[in-house]
Structures are given as C-alpha cells and as structure tokens.
C-alpha cells in the first residue's frame, strides 16, 4: 500500500487507467475479428466495411494514448493486406 499522499493517487490512476486500456484492447481484437472473419469467408464487401472501420478506430486509439502509432500501422496494415489477398484470389 501507498506511504504518501502522492503515491496514493497514482495507484487509484493505474486502476483507472488499466480498466480503460483493458476496454480499447478488447475493442482492438473484436474490430480485428471482424476484419479477418470477413476475409476468411471471402466476402470482399463485408471486409472492406470492416477494414473500414478498424482502420478509423485504431487510428483514434491512437490519439487517445492506447496505442503507438507505429503500432497502429502496423496492425491497419497487415489487415489490408488480408483483405486485398481477397482480389488477388478472385
């Protein structure tokens, strides 16, 4: 437990904000199984809406601290990746 004041604080913010990142990383794979699901059973539309959608929301996670950016494009990159395996396959 926290001696002071000040370290107090900062473990009631590690709670905080471990209970928000545990949320965005949830949000992160459940976006991401979409995209793949969509692959996986070659539907090109339903991918590209997901594709659509993952690529705005990891971006916004982005700048809300949860992921590096770096790390955003990497994850947004190897999804339309997939996704354009798809044309190539038809």
């Known amino acids: 437990m926290a001696n002071h004041k000040s370290a107090a604080k900062r473990a009631r913010q590690t709670i905080k904000r471990t209970e928000r990142n545990r949320f965005y990383r949830t949000r992160i794979k459940n976006i991401t199984r979409a995209v793949r699901e969509a692959v996986k059973a070659n539907d090109r539309e ?37 996704v354009n395996a798809l044309d190539k396959a038809e």
């Open 46 to 82: 339903a991918a590209l809406e997901a594709l659509k959608v993952a690529n705005k929301s990891i971006h916004s996670f982005v700048s809300r601290g949860v992921l590096k950016k770096e790390t955003a494009s990497r994850k947004v990159s190897r999804l339309a990746k997939a």
